[in-house]
């Protein structure tokens, strides 16, 4: 049934989203799993605690998490297999995990920024980046916004459909807790070292098949992507990835630099400070706009690669 769910779910949440009314009205359950992960580190990430005792509340408050989103998931996935038809309502409790028509309506979203002016564009990527938007240029614009995009295929996409794939509504929910709560606490700072140590470690994990999967599915999408190579985004995956302080996100990052011919990475300044980062590919670094939408086309393509990898393991699933 998960392998049968998933590219029905790719298909309705590609064409219509998470309605800005109902997130309005109810919110989104990241927006819910964030609540609760916010809740927990105000209580537990107290600064009167050593480093040993925040680690150890991180722990606690990550299994207290994944334990509650787990019952919850499981206890409707359960509900809606006992009636008939049940599995459409799986699919619409599965489509909010997922983020393919967000991230292409945020990214798309600075390239025309861009075209009235700089400052704009500023303000654009600043909605999906964390870096400081007042020290980046048109190029480092354009570039963030396509490294934004690469990284988020991976984990706004394949990955919550790997986990969907093999373990249903439980899996994407799970791995969309643990990847909401290393993007909250899982930074190498003061407040969140010790505390955010075990979401960081787990979202590395849970994104390692994933991430080397999203390079592969770049590689071939690149054979359907006008002036795209996927020789050289293979080869790039393979020889850049290790760069990243990540084990994961080089992965997608590198393959999209090698396959459109970018050089991405770099120094990138974060609350004022400078921050020396690794590049991936050798190709130009001074992108424009135009660009962005160039690597949109790459990113639908892999969205269709994706489709049809989905639609082949169900079908198999199904006559098996």
């Known amino acids: 049934m998960h392998a049968l769910v998933a590219p029905i779910a790719l298909l309705l949440e590609r064409w219509l989203g998470y309605s800005p009314r109902l997130v309005a009205a109810v919110g989104h359950p990241v927006m819910w799993i964030g609540w609760v992960i916010d809740f927990l580190e105000t209580r537990l990430n107290t600064a009167e605690r050593t480093g040993e005792q925040r680690r150890l509340a991180g722990v606690v408050a990550l299994a207290g998490l994944l ?72 190029a480092g614009v354009s570039r963030a916004a396509i ?33 909401t709560a290393d993007s909250m606490i ?28 999203t390079a592969v599915l770049i590689t071939v999408a690149c054979f359907i992507t006008p002036h795209a190579s996927p020789s050289k985004a ?51 670094s001074e992108l424009v706009g135009s660009d962005i939408l160039r690597a949109l086309v790459l990113y639908r393509g892999t969205l269709n690669v994706l489709l049809g990898v989905s639609v082949v393991i169900g079908v198999l699933v199904w006559l098996a």
């Open 234 to 284: 293979w080869v790039t995956a393979r020889r850049d990835a290790r760069k990243h302080a990540s084990p994961n996100s080089g992965w997608p990052e590198a393959a999209f630099a090698g396959a459109l011919g970018f050089r991405l990475g770099g120094p990138r300044s974060y609350d004022g400070e400078v921050v020396d980062m690794p590049s991936f590919g050798e190709g130009k």
């Open 147 to 179: 490294e934004t995009l690469a990284e988020s295929t991976s984990d706004g996409v394949v990955a919550p459909w790997f986990w969907l794939v093999l373990l249903g509504l439980p899996g994407i929910a799970l791995y969309k807790a643990i990847n």
């Open 186 to 213: 899982g930074h190498q700072n003061e407040r969140y070292q010790d505390y955010g140590w075990a979401a960081a470690k787990l979202d590395d994990l849970a994104n390692w098949l994933p991430a080397r999967l």
């Open 67 to 138: 334990l509650l989103v787990m019952v919850l998931a499981i206890a409707a996935q359960q509900a809606v297999r006992a009636i008939p038809g049940g599995w459409v309502f799986e699919v619409l409790l599965a489509t909010p995990f997922l983020a393919q028509k967000e991230l292409g309506r945020a990214v798309k979203a600075v390239a025309m920024a861009l075209r009235t002016s700089l400052d704009a564009g500023r303000e654009a990527v600043s909605q999906i980046v964390g870096r400081d938007p007042q020290a980046l240029d048109e």
